[in-house]
């Protein structure tokens, strides 16, 4: 069965409005507007409306689909956070505008961290990859997991500590590397994780120049998880972006290579906005013993 699944406890956090390949949204007390490919319906709010509320918004370069500029309508800090209520628990999330129309967090993530939390365990041992400014890493610190934290950019890497301090947490594992490398170096090492969150992107670059291409290497790194994997306690998160990914090919990946799982959930990510439009925002897959 095919799931639909969005995160529930956000306050610091609001989609305004989406439409016409752009979004709207909170985060704190600024507004931003940023390219959306997949808001292929009208906005609701007039465009006058939105230039009003907005705060920033993303100018894409010339024959580019990532890279641009933010353009300030109104005073707006470089930097600020926000905070996410998990189970109790304030995390704490640096935004900042980046060249490349990211702010630092995946907000629609925060359905998994609910997840992370109420799965983890003091001491489980749970192994973050393409693990970004590190939502999932502080979810399963805040339960006293063993957290590895394995991203390629190190800019990145300093962004998840800056969260990890603001969140009062410490002692997650920060580990700058090729994420194929890592796990096949690990499941030679014959470890063995709790909890694995893979998150990876499109495309991307290891440190050493390493290419990811995610329809030739999915495949590949997924096996390396199942064996890094504790067969007894455990769960797994998959998360895919790539518009070319259906919740079926997903569903046929898990099923011939980690077999009949326990608890498994196959679906997409959305965030609804104020006019009750559903923004897809990606596959997931989930699955715990």
């Avoid at 993303?58 to 470089?78: A, H, T």
């Avoid at 890592?182 to 090492?189: A, F, K, L, P």
Wanted: glycine share 6%; aromatic share 14%; net charge neutral.
């Amino acid at each position: 069965m095919i799931n639909t699944l969005t995160p529930t406890n956000w306050q610091d956090y609001e989609l305004i409005d989406s439409g016409g390949f752009e979004k709207l949204e909170r985060f704190g007390n600024y507004i931003l507007r940023r390219p959306e490919p997949q808001a292929i319906w009208d906005k609701s709010m007039s465009d006058s409306d939105w230039s009003d509320k907005c705060h920033a918004y993303f100018k894409k370069d010339k024959g580019s689909q990532e890279k641009g500029e933010w353009v300030l309508l109104k005073n707006i800090p470089d930097r600020w956070y926000i905070k996410y209520l998990l189970d109790g628990q304030y995390l704490s999330f640096k935004i900042s505008m980046s060249s490349f129309k990211h702010v630092g967090i995946f907000p629609e993530q925060a359905a998994n961290w609910d997840y992370i939390a109420k799965l983890s365990k003091p001491d489980f041992k749970v192994l973050n990859l393409f693990a970004y400014t590190g939502g999932a890493s502080l979810a399963a610190k805040a339960k006293n997991a063993d957290v590895s934290h394995i991203d390629s950019v190190k800019q990145v890497i300093s962004w998840a500590k800056d969260n990890m301090e603001a969140s009062k947490l410490a002692n997650i594992r920060w580990v700058f590397d090729d994420a194929m490398k890592y796990v096949q170096r690990e499941v030679r090492r014959e470890k063995k994780y709790n909890g694995i969150i893979l998150d990876p992107p499109a495309y991307g670059r290891g440190p050493d120049g390493e290419k990811w291409i995610l329809e030739e290497q999915l495949n590949d790194i997924l096996k390396q998880c199942k064996l890094l994997l504790d067969t007894e306690n455990h769960y797994f998160i998959l998360n895919l972006y790539s518009l070319g990914f259906s919740a079926l090919i997903v569903e046929n990946l898990i099923k011939t290579i980690f077999g009949k799982v326990s608890n498994l959930e196959i679906g997409e990510l959305y965030i609804e906005d104020n006019f009750e439009k559903k923004l897809p925002l990606g596959v997931y897959c989930r699955f715990h013993s």
